[in-house]
């Protein structure tokens, strides 16, 4: 199977050898294409994502503990899927492939949510065929994304050599967010106001456009031919326990790959680290729009700010600090530390866990405030704008921790 994969990639740029492959392909010129094509998958994602949590307790009617627990179910299985695709990925399909199966069930899981939305009931509650089928679209979104993440983003960083690659992850995630600010500033007030059918009908629009820009780009990749210089670290890591503890061989185990396995190993305690990262993370699609639909969202007679557009604030700040970091700090850092990123990668992923923390501190004090005032006064509402400084930290760590990790395990 891989060898086939090998030949396929191979016939898309026949009688070329690697060397030549690498100057006459790729480049910033694919490298922006990925990037947009990673823009167009966002909205289409976070078009979800961001009003998941509304979706089910109002049409669904389910309760504020149910609809959190499902989402948080949801992320989890979003976030561990991309294990198992990079694996298959890797050892088997090549990053191409996986990217071209996992958009197509991807996009089917976006259509078939669009249409469960349209299945209407002759009863206050959903039909149970309403539920079960937007159930199975959504975890059917989460398998495709699985594909998709871990694969696209470092096909992206295949078209380039090392000096561009802290740019390349800088401007992907500016270019992310500026997508997904787009999509919460559209979607999330077309579901609210207009339609919840033509609310998740975009993005799935989104999401075909991503895959035709993505084809679009396949004469000018850069495909990696070398594919036993970038085998899966997880694959190493097997193949090393096997010889190690099964195999009476084990002598002849190169010590090549037990130094790779054991420097991926060294990774293990930075990744466990940022799960409680993630943990926070996850409060503002979940606590921090709960928050916010208890507050006075009014910005004129009859007008309302849906809860989960604040979460723009997040994208706002990091399209803000993202010119700010690459073309003014990055140049100050450099002078006194001499490190072409300005600081390493760990410490901008741990500055970004402290402002984490702060964004949960400056939360718990206002979510204090707003329960004092409600406790005092029903009929008074806490205005949501108090939410905006917690967001804005979010956003801060945001652009440091996620770049800094992207770079960290691409390298």
């Not at 990673?38 to 979706?55: D, K, R, V, W």
């Not at 309760?63 to 695709?85: E, R």
């Not at 470092?154 to 787009?182: K, P």
């Not at 850092?333 to 949960?360: D, K």
């Amino acid at each position: 199977m891989a060898n086939l994969c090998d030949e396929l990639e191979d016939s898309l740029h026949p009688g070329t050898t690697e060397n030549s492959m690498r100057s006459s392909s790729g480049g910033w010129k694919s490298a922006r294409l990925i990037i947009g094509v990673e823009m167009a998958e966002h909205f289409a994602f976070y078009g979800i994502s961001s009003n998941l949590i509304t979706y089910l307790t109002g049409p669904l009617g389910e309760s504020t503990a149910a609809a959190a627990a499902n989402v948080n179910a949801w992320s989890g299985t979003v976030s561990f899927l991309p294990l198992l695709w990079g694996f298959i990925a890797d050892s088997f399909l090549g990053r191409f492939r996986t990217i071209l199966v996992a958009s197509s069930l991807y996009i089917l899981g976006h259509g078939q949510l669009s249409f469960s939305t349209m299945i209407s009931s002759h009863h206050k509650d959903p039909s149970q065929l309403q539920v079960t089928l937007f159930f199975c679209s959504l975890y059917l979104i989460a398998i495709g994304h699985g594909g998709y993440k871990p694969c696209i983003r470092v096909f992206g960083a295949d078209q380039l050599d090392g000096d561009d690659l802290s740019s390349y992850f800088n401007w992907l995630m500016f270019g992310s967010c500026i997508s997904v600010l787009t999509t919460r500033l559209i979607s999330i007030f077309i579901q609210e106001n207009l339609s919840w059918s033509l609310g998740f009908g975009i993005p799935s629009v989104s999401m075909l456009l991503s895959l035709l820009l993505f084809l679009l780009g396949t004469k000018n990749y850069r495909f990696s031919t070398a594919r036993g210089e970038k085998k899966n670290p997880f694959a190493r890591i097997s193949h090393v326990l096997w010889r190690l503890f099964l195999d009476r061989a084990a002598i002849s185990c190169d010590l090549a790959e037990i130094e790779e396995a054991k420097a991926v190993l060294k990774l293990v305690p930075i990744w466990m680290s940022c799960l409680v990262y993630a943990i926070v993370c996850a409060q503002s699609h979940t606590f921090f729009t709960k928050q916010g639909a208890t507050m006075d969202r009014s910005i004129s007679p009859g007008l309302l700010v849906p809860a989960a557009t604040l979460q723009c604030f997040i994208n706002l700040t990091i399209i803000i600090f993202i010119p700010i970091y690459d073309r003014l700090l990055v140049p100050i850092a450099r002078s006194f530390t001499q490190c072409p990123s300005g600081i390493t990668m760990l410490q901008r992923i741990g500055s970004g866990m402290v402002l984490s923390i702060l964004a949960m501190v400056v939360a718990a004090l206002v979510e204090t405030k707003r329960l004092q005032i409600a406790r005092d006064d029903a009929t008074t509402l806490m205005c949501v704008w108090w939410l905006v400084p917690q967001y804005v930290f979010i956003g801060v760590a945001d652009m440091l921790t996620m770049v800094g990790l992207q770079e960290l395990f691409y390298d």
